[in-house]
Nanobody, 122 residues
Framework: QVQLVESGGGLVQPGGSLRLSCAAS????????MGWYRQAPGKQRELVAA???????NYADSVKGRFTISRDNAKTTVYLEMNSLKFEDTAVYYC????????????????WGQGTQVTVSS
């Protein structure tokens, strides 16, 4: 079993910053990519940013230049640095990991964290 533990959400004023963290742990696994998604009330979940095991990154247009995704050397923890936050960034942010996990054999890993609330309000 693989767990994704998120932290770092909270309440921030417009223009402020927050840093989200997501740590993967558990049984034997390899990660091909990790990312952050968000879901605002009444809206679909959308990709915010993702990073592959090779270090390639991808960002939603709405966050380019403001958010930065990074990871640790072990490639099991991913961070999302969020700057110049706007009201419309308010959402539940979910960590996602894809790769492979080993039980009695290798199987696909496609796992979500529990979500962390980010609220941008004055």
């Amino acid at each position: 079993q693989v767990q994704l533990v998120e932290s770092g959400g909270g309440l921030v004023q417009p223009g402020g910053s927050l840093r989200l963290s997501c740590a993967a742990s558990g049984s034997i696994f390899t990660i091909n990519a990790m990312g952050w998604y968000r879901q605002a009330p009444g809206k679909q979940r959308e990709l915010v940013a993702a990073i592959t095991s090779g270090g390639s990154t991808n960002y939603a247009d709405s966050v380019k230049g403001r958010f930065t995704i990074s990871r640790d050397n072990a490639k099991t923890t991913v961070y999302l640095e969020m700057n110049s936050l706007k009201f419309e960034d308010t959402a539940v942010y979910y960590c996602h990991a894809e790769g492979r996990k080993y039980g009695s054999s290798w199987n696909p890993l496609d796992h979500w964290g529990q979500g962390t609330q980010v609220t941008v309000s004055s």
